[in-house]
């Protein structure tokens, strides 16, 4: 069966620091990747996909970056945090047959 | 407006009641549409599929009309554990998922 994995679940950063979320997809290959935000009380926001290796589609301009290094593998990452940054941050996949997406358990982040 | 729009409730209701959640959807190309159920603090899961001919699976009712751009969720004899906020998803292309901001449900006994 297909397991996501997300990690960590839980992160604090100072502004201005790093980051790198890294998602991983068992049990499939080739699957759609994503990484969604959501801010509290409200709704998801998408931020990246991916249809295959290498490539990214970035749906908001904003402070972070994603690369698909290997087939299963889907990384967020920043190079200097902003407060605004703060939020659930969530991956998921898809496969080609599949119309709807399954979510990791997500990182919670807080910039402080 | 937005692209999804749900009323964010909450919705308190006891044990035992019939309650329903509504949603609107900008988009008239939309293909897909779906209910997920979102525990607090937890990541979103598919509670199921919305069709245009209407679809139930237990206590749940889901139905799409198309003209209006509308999608309801209906839940029968509540439970406790029904407790969630409820996310309306409408699919517009095979990447583009839009997600409403939620329903929160508090089932009481």
């Known amino acids: 069966s297909q397991t996501i994995h997300q990690w960590p679940a839980t992160l604090v950063q100072p502004v201005g620091s790093p980051l790198s979320l890294e998602c991983t997809v068992e049990g499939t290959s080739n699957p759609n990747l994503y990484w969604y935000r959501q801010a509290a009380g409200r709704g998801l926001q998408l931020l990246f996909y991916s249809v295959g290796i290498g490539q990214i589609s970035s749906e908001v301009p904003q402070n972070l970056s994603a690369s698909r290094p290997q087939d299963r593998q889907f990384i967020l990452s920043s190079k200097k945090l902003l407060l605004s940054d703060s939020g659930f941050y969530l991956c998921a996949w898809r496969s080609g047959g599949e119309l709807a997406n399954t979510f990791g358990s997500g990182t919670r982040l807080t910039v402080v | 407006r937005k692209e999804v729009e749900q009323d964010p409730g909450p919705f308190n209701v006891p044990e035992g009641a019939t309650v329903a959640f509504n949603c609107t959807y900008s988009?008239?190309?939309?293909?897909?549409f779906f209910w997920y159920r979102q525990d607090c603090r937890k990541e979103p899961k598919l509670l199921m599929s919305v069709y245009s001919s209407g679809n139930e699976d237990g206590r749940f009712t889901a139905q799409l009309n198309r003209a209006s751009q509308y999608i309801s969720l209906l839940i029968r004899d509540s439970k406790l554990s029904d407790s969630a906020t409820y996310l309306c998803?409408?699919?517009?292309?095979?990447?583009?998922?839009?997600f409403g901001a939620g329903t929160r449900l508090t089932v009481k006994p």
């Open positions: 988009n008239s190309a939309s293909q897909s």
């Open positions: 998803v409408v699919n517009m292309n095979n990447n583009d998922m839009r």
